[in-house]
């Protein structure tokens, strides 16, 4: 093969041209001849029983289709973990916003009128708003506890160490929801047939996941259900689960109806009734020696679920695992639990659970540098996970990581030292006080323990007489590179131009199951996977008259038409191998977690006015070693967008509640940061390596969302002082924190900002 | 799916869409971008929030940059309207384009479309705009994927083309 470089440079994403020319194509430009749009009937209570459902005679019903439970053919429920969440709710509500009516109708004026048009009738039942309130179990709402599930870590003897201990240190952290806010709400069309049986397509992350839910909520077999991703216009979590839903009410519509069957939701439906991230509250008692360094600890983390179980279980592994943070703890014992609430579930975002309980082992941390007297940078230098050592789950580290580089690289490149002396000096004298911040965190690419293994993701690359590469996935592309980065490695693999090489769209009738487009493995995971599926291609044709040195593309083309003359296709699949070192214990929540990490510095610079009570992020430094950087442009942008989400988790992005529904379900009043409130966000990488990745890339997408919010947080303590616990973090929070503590003294309570 | 106009009858409402003159049957009171996206099938324009906030129905209104999705049809009426898909001969467009491409100004797609007419109307206004200026003219235009960064890079490069072309 000749020698080429595409994996680590710069292609240009593969359907670039089409998203800049406004040709490329999502789920809403779609229509079909005779087309009905749906719309969803959803509760108005958050807990209840249904007494009776109402049409107004205003409406002529005949003109609609109606679906309710009783039209589902299969089981009335949305297949995922525990299977608990209806499609439909038939006799019992249990959250706001819950689906319990479907309509379709040619005239998306005339849908809008009938869905007001009903009326349901509830027995109210006690509703459950809060954590403590479900801990507390008066009122019981899901199981026989409120618990979807909860896990225990222990590692070494924490009892022992509190009487050695030279410092006990407790905090209490909280974090609040966060909605996706993807660009392009929630989409699907479904049309049915009795001899093809379900089609969807829609904007999507999981297409098995679908294809799944889709199968036994039908009744139907798997080749009678067909689910096709279009252009999907960002996800970040919120398009793995819920699309499911979406889809499974389209397809009822068009079951009933006979016809294809559009619901589009609109951004307050979206926001309302779709999934956020968990709010969380974390508590750490730390016993620390005389200079600092950890001895042990009890962390406590907490989930909100919301009402169904759905991916809370998986949210909450993730954020337990990652509970210690990249230190070294001899001894700890970790609980953790995800609590049912009368909300809409909450579901998968970017980071899922870590960046819930690093905020509070990352505040933890500088809380324990003041409590010990040393510097924050000191602190995190004297507790640093080395390789060699264990992590919470006794993972031996096996990289070679550096923190201690990392953390170096990224104080220099913020000019820490200095600006930290200056600021000092001229906050005495400024309403205007800056600070700043660091977070070292680290993130695990793919699946959770055993996770990999159960997915056993089957990868395709095949190639026609021509020459042309079609790489076969269910991966998804919403934006962060999919299509780009696995073209790169399978064209590398081939010794072929990039652009010799496609990727199919996600089709379940075409593509095999790769596993669901999640927990920053497409890169590292699937990656390998078409990598060693495209050199199976190319051990094939050397077998037929192909070089196996050095060829040309044209004789690639050669090889393969002369292949498929004789055998009549070209197709070569690679199934996912656990590495053979990989220990992981489901039972003691023990051993190799992930087959890698990512790790990261991030700095934070920020000016809180203490006249206008505003916190603005200056300059933010992400460092970071991601394994080998595929494609450094789309790298560097998946790190400043998901600083970007992180920058508004701290300080812009906040639910309001209401008796468990989103009041504040648009874009006027759920704030993400605009072009104007961003920092420039400065990406720097160190390439380690890995052994199980693709080229020894590691997963990536989720590890800058960890950072921002702790890093952020313990700049605004640098600058006034005050030691807020809980995000967001608003200008009405720091109001009434200011109110009542003046800045000038440090306030050693902690700040709720948030009830 | 929109809000309901009122029920009055349709009329027909004349306008320029990229060049060509149309003749719509539609209540005044349609939005601009139902009658782009469906009656027209100009699909490149976006729908994020159909309120006016994240600027993905941005399209050009005798050369203002509107929310196409708070216009009301009859509020068109004799205007000239370009879209997306009307831009490719514009002189900005393939400097832009490309520097989206090479910078990553574009992830997910959906933002892209308004956000390259807004900057095209940024730069039309201001060829050499400092980032100060980038970022105020993109103001109106939310993007969820990148953090801007790539996309302010994006802008200043193609300034900087057109300047050396």
Redesign the interface.
Known sequence: MAVHHIVGA?V??K????????????V??VTLPDIL?G?TVRSNVPRGKIKSISFAPTVNWNEFILVTAKDIPGKNCIALILDDQPCLASETVNHSEEPILLLAHAD??K???AVEAVSIEYEPLPPVYTMEESEQQSTIIWGTDNTFKSYLVEKGDVDAVWKEAAHIVEGEYFTGAQE??????NGVIAAYDTENGVTVWGSLQCPYYVHKALMALCGLPENKVRVVQM??????GGKEEYPSMIAAHAALLAMKSGKPVKI?Y??MEDMVATTKRHPSRTRHRTAVTKDGRILGGEIEFTIDGGAYATLSSVVLSRGTIHAGGPYYWPSVRIRTKAVATNAPPHGAFRGFGAPQSLFAMERQMDRIAQVVGVSPVEIRRRNFLRPGQTTTTQQVIREQIDLHHLLDRALKLSDYAAKKKRFTQENKSSARKKGIGIAAFLHGAGFTGSGERYLNSLVGVEADAKGHVRVLVSSAE????TNTVLCQIAAEALGLPYEGVAIAQPDTTVVPNSGPTVASRTAMIVGKLVQSAAKGIWQTLTKSGLPAGDYTPEEFRAACGKYIAVHGMLKSYSRYEAPGDVFWDDEKYRGEAYAAFAWAVYVAEVTVDLTAYTVTVDDFVAMQEVGKVLNP??A??QI??????GIGFALYEKVVWQNGRMLNN???NYI?????D?P??RVFFEELGNVHGAHGAKGIGELPMDGPAPAILNAVEDAIGVRFCSIPLLPEDLFEALRVHSPEQAVSSPVRGTA | MNPSPPAMAKSEILFTVNGDEKTVLAHPMERLLDVLRNGLKLTGTKEGCGEGECGSCSVLLDGMLVNSCLVPVAQASGANIVTIEGMSAHALMAPLQEAFLECGGAQCGICTPGMILAAVHLLDKNPQPAIADIREGLAGNLCRCTGYMQIFEAVAKAARRRVAA
């Open positions: 710069s240009p994403r359907e670039g041209w089409d998203k800049v020319t406004g040709a490329a194509r999502y809403d430009d749009y719309a998306p004026h849908l809008r009128k996706q806010l993807y660009i392009e709400n252009e999907t216009g960002g996800a970040f589009i609109d951004r919403f934006g962060q590179g442009v789309l560097a942008g400043t967008g998901g600083v970007a989400q648009q874009m006027t993400m940061p605009t072009s104007v961003l420039p966000i």
